[in-house]
């Protein structure tokens, strides 16, 4: 029997999930923010047809990416590695994930250029790629480490504050570039600066749980052979796991209109400065943080699908204030409507985070008990392939909305506005598959294997 991960350990573990909170901020909020500057700002365009070819290029990652993380999800199930069947893989992709995902800032001209776009290109795929060798296997021994479907509640609760915490320390990233800025740098040199600054320690973190980790001490491998291709539709086998994604995609498409749109939010919209952004965020993840004990409760106490129904019909509720900002902020303030806003999601923002995570792991896990083989590298593939594509459809459509009424391609008033209301509109779908969603049959079917081994281990030692 294998040991079990204390607390430390998952801690240790959870480390490397602060270079993910890092470089989502960095390559999808402010890569976008440098690309498709607001109007106003002194960042000159740098993409011929900058909203087009931006969302034209992201949508071809995700192409990219469809392609290449079940080939990694597969390779990484099938690994006998004796260095751990996802660290190894982790260990590789650490530091060419920091150095690609720094370099997507550094487009070789400063004006419109086809050689832009090429660089853009080259390096998104680059990125792309290390982060998927890198964050599938992650998030498989995420999996994998942790056996107790209860337990496992609390360990993305510790995964999710990881993360949280990056995303607090990455949304300072415009008052770092300010600072730059202020010291006679162009804006465009400041954020590229504050982009080095992240990725190397994105780099730092990646590396913590590849050196300390013995994957080996807690995971009972259970290699898969089978096919990609089989491998693969054998996931979507479970009526649970096909609702569970389906919520999972139309939620992250709306939650990703939010985190794409929040700096326009706070700038366009609310009219306040683009740091304040940080002041937002900075208050969801206390709120969030704060909430993290009471949503380990609850799950314990009710289940995940009460929690996931509620997080939908809060963000429903937030994106429609937004929207209705012209009414609100004469009413109120702008600074007040900004601070609401932060205070508000954080809440179903934690939800959002921990109880998702945890419902896949559960679902890998019971795969593994029903078949007997390990797949949990193509769940986690399939899941970041959920995400990606979530990301894409939003990056096509949000730069239309966005610059809705402008020539020249800049966020409008109008333009961001209508991004709050579609993303009303389309958390609300997400409600009718977490309302299709049971993980009661999961849970049981966890719970009793757990005793079953629990027995057995005690008969050896008899």
């Known amino acids: 029997m294998k040991k079990t991960a204390g607390n430390k350990t998952l801690l240790i573990f959870c480390l490397g999930d602060f270079s993910r909170s890092v470089f989502n901020a960095l390559t999808v909020t402010y890569l976008m923010y440098i690309f498709i500057p607001a109007e106003g700002s002194t960042i000159p365009s740098l993409l011929p047809r900058a909203a087009f070819v931006f969302a034209l290029v992201r949508g071809l990652g995700v192409i990219f990416d469809a392609v290449i993380d079940p080939f990694i999800a597969s390779r990484s199930d099938k690994s006998t590695s004796k260095r751990g069947a996802r660290i190894s893989f982790m260990r590789i992709a650490a530091i060419p994930m920091s ?8 487009v ?3 004006y419109p250029h086809a050689l832009n776009v090429v660089w853009f290109v080259v390096m998104l795929f680059g990125f792309n790629f290390f982060s998927s060798l890198y964050h599938i ?8 480490i942790v056996t107790d479907h209860k337990r496992r509640v609390f360990f993305y609760t510790i995964n999710t504050a990881v993360f949280v915490v990056g995303s ?7 008052i770092i570039k300010n600072a730059f800025a202020a010291g006679g740098m162009s804006e465009l040199a400041s954020w590229r600066l504050t982009f080095v600054i992240f990725g190397f320690f994105a780099a730092v973190f990646a590396l913590i749980p590849v050196v300390f980790i013995k994957e080996n001490d807690y995971v009972e491998r259970k290699p898969c052979y089978a096919p990609l291709l089989q491998s693969f539709k054998a996931t979507f086998k479970y009526k649970n796991f096909s609702i569970l994604i389906a919520g999972y995609i139309v939620m992250w498409i709306a939650f990703s209109f939010f985190n794409f749109s929040l700096m326009y939010y706070i700038t366009v919209l609310i009219g306040l400065n683009e740091s304040f952004s940080t002041v937002v965020m900075a208050l969801t993840i206390v709120v969030g943080v704060a909430s993290y004990p009471l949503v380990n409760r609850l799950a314990k106490k009710f289940g995940k699908k009460p929690l996931l129904i509620g997080a939908c019909i809060a963000y429903t509720v937030i994106y429609t204030a937004i929207a209705l900002h012209a009414v609100i902020v004469p009413a109120i303030g702008g600074t007040a409507f900004a601070v609401l806003i932060g205070v508000f999601i954080g809440f179903p923002i934690s939800i959002t985070n921990i109880i998702p995570s945890s419902a896949f792991a559960d679902l890998a896990q019971y795969d593994t008990i029903k078949t007997g083989v390990n797949r949990a590298g193509m769940f986690s593939a399939v899941r970041s392939f959920i995400l990606q594509l979530a990301q894409s459809i939003v990056t096509f459509i949000l730069p239309a909305l966005i610059s809705k009424g402008s020539a020249a391609g800049n966020a409008t008033v109008e333009g961001t506005r209508l991004v709050a209301v579609t993303a009303a509109v389309i958390i609300g779908f997400s409600l009718v598959f977490y309302f299709l969603y049971d993980d009661k049959e999961v849970a049981k079917t966890i719970k009793e294997d757990n005793e079953r081994i629990e027995r057995e281990a005690k008969n050896i030692a008899v």
Not at 168 to 174: G, K, Q, R, T
């Open 99 to 106: 150095v690609f995902g720094v370099l997507l800032a550094f």
């Open 137 to 144: 296997p992650y998030s498989a021994l995420a999996a994998e």
């Open 168 to 174: 607090v320390i990455i949304f300072a990233a415009p």
């Open 108 to 110: 070789p001209y400063g």
